[in-house]
């Protein structure tokens, strides 16, 4: 049983560079979300989504876009990489509010 | 703005102490309040959760108290080990976000 799959797990990016994370679960959730972890400042949420076909913004969700076209993928897309974005981006799932969240192993990211 | 404050930001503890974590909220809207345990290169994992109408709760070692009116919540770890070693996050959950403190990085000391 896989959980959830994050792809990649390291990248180096350019700044101006796009690129696009994606995760994917294989538990049938509901909710996704993604999260950056910086030391000192716990995990922030970027943003997330409550079903397929929908989205919604987080606490930090400038600088990223995001779809949801499948049930089971949730991407993560920095059109224009900066500096400022290098970070452990984290995505979760679960069934529905109130519940466990499954977390990802994460993708370390850096922008040069 | 935080909407969860967590602290101590770090903490150490010696074998069989019992580490104290703490957090704060303000949205009264938040109704379940889960604490995350993470090991490093790994992603967070639930460790144990609260309702707002339940003052206490325990899992094996851990223990979440819950002051409703003061809107703070707190982890103990009881007979603290090594392996307890971790960074731990405490949340709330509002409608269908999950927001998270800051985390604390626990070191247990043989």
Redesign the interface.
Known sequence: NAG?TQTPKFRVLKTGQSMTLLCAQDMNHE?M?W?RQDP??????IH?S?GEGTT?K??VPDGYNVSRLKKQNFLLGLESAAPSQTSVY?C?SRPT??T??F????TRLTVV | QQQVK?SP?SLIVQKGGIPIINCAYENTAF??F?W?QQFP??????LI?I?PDVSEKKEGRFTISFNKSAKQFSLHIMDSQPGDSATY?CAA?S?????????TRLSIRP
């Open positions: 959830v909710y979300y999260y000192g400042m716990g995990l922030r949420l997330y409550v919604a987080g606490e984290f979760a509010r109130n466990e969240a977390f990802g192993q994460g | 967590q930001q109704d379940y889960p995350y290169g790994k992603g967070p994992a639930l959760a309702r996050f959950d409608a269908s976000k999950i927001i998270f403190g800051s985390g």
